[in-house]
């Protein structure tokens, strides 16, 4: 980036054209962050100019008049094109003669006219005025048209001041110029990145987080209350069936074929109340009794882990963006999860997880050799849960992956994927992430690498 310095030789140059050009070549040294600005007077040996220096868009450096510029140029135009390419504009309004009769002070000529040029090439924002007052010029010096912009930075160093003074107000009048010349730099390379923008056309895709909720997200992990019946309630709703007294020893043989005899009725439909069941039968039911509470144990501590876990999940609406200056086509994009996220691909398999109660046991004897018979609900895994039916956004659990297709997107446009769900697996896994995408397009051809950041907390307890 170039700080165009439009000096004048009317005033002593020792204080003014060579001193501020030296001050702007250390703050360009200091803004680039290495010895290595260089200035760019016309070389002594008469060699011919010195070669531009390379092009690095954010290196600073100090330009005027036809410096680096060979053969022999019409300098007025030279002068123009480069103000036109400057980031910042410098000039030097210091008052170089007077005006007989009125006492009326003016600047250099010159100056003024690359300085109305500036102005509607470059822009207030990036111009800024520097004046030597040291020989009585002040602000109430400056044109009429000028007095109302801001000030210029203003230094006071005659022609005789020793070197110590030099140094004292170089340091000064630095500081001054930077605060100056640093937000003119930095619109530059914005208004720099839209002309690069419209001049070389191209898309500039992106994944970001759909529009949704604030960042950060918190997360609890204590269950209030599961809303299902508790295993007390379980245990009062399908109580233990008081065993009945002992058969005596003589009928004990026929008893137990009685017992078999009654089962076999009730499995084909014949029912006795339980004071009529035997001993062996009521101990049979009780212990598929005991199973179920065991099972319900089991469905309480699942649902808690559930319960958990829907905290623990997140509803994503991520968005392809193209930022650019041209359609991109054929658009695929992949988005990779770290190791500590799960995938859901909607609230419809999430769903699927959920714990189902176990069903109490039917009221009827189970004496020796009877059992009861459960139909297993299907439950299919996350990954056999994909959707059947054609959509953009696909999510792949097992590799931790959701793939979003687009045919096309306009520049200045976005897309959304669909929404999925995210379950981060343990408590400890709550906190912020990241994940990486790849896209790939006809254009541009090469593919684009990127990240996205996912703000999560843990609400405390």
């Not at 102005?119 to 044109?143: D, F, K, T, W």
């Not at 953009?392 to 997107?409: A, G, K, Q």
């Not at 992430?433 to 950041?453: L, Q």
């Amino acid at each position: 980036m170039k700080i165009f310095w439009s000096w004048q030789s009317d005033t002593p140059q020792a204080s003014g054209r060579h001193f501020v050009r030296s001050v702007l070549t250390d703050l360009a040294k200091e803004l680039n962050g290495v010895e290595g600005a260089e200035d760019a007077e016309r070389p002594e040996s008469g060699d011919g100019e010195r070669e531009a220096l390379s092009a690095d868009e954010d290196r600073v450096e100090i330009d005027h008049d036809t410096l680096n510029v060979g053969g022999s140029p019409v300098i007025a135009e030279t002068i123009l094109r480069k103000i036109r390419e400057a980031a910042v504009f410098v000039a030097d309004v210091t008052p170089v003669c007077t005006i007989l009769g009125s006492g009326k002070r003016v600047p250099n000529p010159n100056v003024m006219i690359e300085l109305g040029y500036a102005l509607e090439v470059v822009g207030h924002q990036r111009i800024v005025l520097v004046m030597n007052g040291a020989e009585g010029a002040s602000v109430s010096h400056l044109p009429f048209d000028l007095r109302h912009w801001r000030f210029p930075a203003v230094y006071k160093l005659s022609k005789g001041a020793t070197e110590e003074h030099r140094q004292k107000v170089a340091a000064e009048l630095k500081e001054s110029l930077r605060e100056r010349i640093e937000p003119g730099l930095s619109l530059a390379k914005v208004v720099q990145a839209e002309k690069n923008r419209q001049t070389n056309r191209a898309p500039k895709l992106s994944v970001a987080v759909g529009d949704g909720p604030d960042n950060p997200r918190t997360v609890a992990q204590v269950v209030p209350s599961l809303d299902i019946e508790t295993l007390e309630e379980i245990r009062a709703a399908t109580p233990l069936l008081p065993l009945p007294a002992l058969p005596h020893p003589r009928w004990g043989s026929l008893t137990v074929a009685s017992s078999r005899a009654s089962s076999a009725q009730s499995l084909f439909g014949s029912r006795r109340p339980p004071n009529e069941w035997s001993r062996e039968e009521t101990e049979g039911y009780n212990q598929w009794v005991e199973r179920y509470y065991s099972d319900y144990r089991v469905f309480l501590q699942k649902m808690t882990e559930y319960q958990r876990l829907m905290q623990r999940s997140l509803e994503l609406v991520l968005k392809l963006e193209n930022k650019g200056t041209l359609a991109a086509t054929a658009i695929d994009v992949d988005v990779i999860f770290p190791g500590e996220i799960t995938l859901i691909e909607n609230a419809k398999t999430f769903a699927a997880l959920k714990p189902v109660a176990p069903e109490p046991p039917e009221l009827r004897p189970m004496g020796p050799g009877a059992a009861i018979v459960k139909p297993v609900p299907f439950s299919p895994g996350v990954d056999d849960l994909i959707s059947r039916f054609p959509r953009s956004t696909h999510v792949y659990p097992s590799e931790r992956r959701v793939h979003f297709t687009l045919d096309e997107l306009k520049h200045n446009h976005k897309s959304p994927f669909n929404a999925f769900i995210i379950c981060l697996v343990k408590k400890d896994d709550i906190a912020s992430f990241e994940a990486t995408y790849t896209i790939t397009a006809n254009e541009p051809v090469d593919p684009i690498y990127g990240s996205v950041r996912f703000e999560v907390a843990l609400e405390s307890d």
